[in-house]
């Protein structure tokens, strides 16, 4: 059965990706609906630190549901090696996603946007003029433009035929623990270098929570669940109960990967589109999801000239996204091979206030890779 209401935009999940999109094109005066198969607020596996970028793709519209915010790092190498920087500014603002999703929610229906939860989507049709998502009650909702934000394994990544060129699997736990304990954490995030190639383990403090991940390449499951458990015992968390424990896969696009098919483009997870060696990827949501909402309702508005707004978003991610994971590519592979050196140099003046400049969104790897000593240093590090 085909839904009556004629929409301009028709946005597939409601994670942040799909939201921003929501709000952009809703606000441009495009008859929008997003399409979520849950219910809001719903739990998201993911680590919930905000850098400075992600801050700043929704410091018009949001009032971020703030459970902590950080201005001290301790950093490990597998457990030794240990440093501690603090600053006067936050570093990360951390939240809980199912509270941030919710509240990208509440400002997308205030911008127009429709919001319908319960309402999964199975099957994406081409449509004259248009494209058509098919739910699982039978129902379809035919759009101009559709954006698919469903995450790398939903429906509109399929259909577009994004193609990964890097897996990642992220193991979560979310653990209470008791008022001294989350005071020992308060304002103090860990991260810590781990035994697996490109692997690294964190605590993000929430408040009576400590959220407690580690993330490595697809493939090395048994090994990332042990590094999971021994990071936990070594910190003395493990005897806390886990109000929960999840798992995700993260999904790197291949660089030249469509973004686009006919009607229907992809942003965030659903277009592989994070930082590949930190996997920070709801800047990248934020920010993609904003651009497909914005072309999305400039195609919906252009009718023959619809391909053309549509290209315009496949470029402005080609021009400011893809440039910032080639360089977090080049910095995971020297990363992999010498991890020792890269915790030497992040210890090292220079290097904290690089990485801590990225933390507050303002310095990008692309701008620090701008410096031939550091391509240099990379390109050898890549190699031996």
Known sequence: MLDRQEWDVAVIGAGPAGLAAAWEAARAGARTVVLERAI?????????????TSLAAV???????????????????????????????????????????????????????TIRQRAPVRA???????????LADGTSVPARVLVGADGSAGVASRWVGVEFSQVDLGLELEIS???????????????????????????????????VGVIAARGEGTRTRAYLRDFTARLGLSGYPAVRDSGHLTRCRRDGSPLRRDRVIVAGDAAGLLEPWTREGISFALRSGALAGRAAARAADAGSQATASLDEYVTAVSDTLTPEMDAGRRLLAGFSR???AFHTVLASAKGWQAFSRFCRGERSFVSLLDHRQVRMALSVLART
Do not use: Q
């Open 40 to 52: 809001h607020p719903r739990y998201k596996t993911c680590g919930g630190g905000l850098i400075g």
């Open 59 to 113: 410091a018009d519209h949001l009032e971020i549901p703030v459970r902590e915010r950080v201005s001290t790092a301790t950093v490990t190498l597998d457990g030794r090696r240990e440093f501690t920087r603090h600053h006067t500014e936050p570093l990360l603002t951390m939240v809980m996603r199912e509270e941030f999703d919710n509240a990208l929610r509440v400002a997308a229906a205030a911008a127009g946007a």
């Open 124 to 134: 994406i049709a081409d449509a004259d003029g248009g494209a058509v998502a098919r």
């Open 177 to 211: 623990v008791p008022g001294p304990v989350a005071d020992r954490w308060r304002g103090r995030v860990l991260l810590d270098w781990g035994p697996i190639p490109g692997s690294y383990g964190w605590v993000f403090p929430k408040g009576d929570r400590l959220t």
């Open 338 to 340: 010498h991890p020792g």
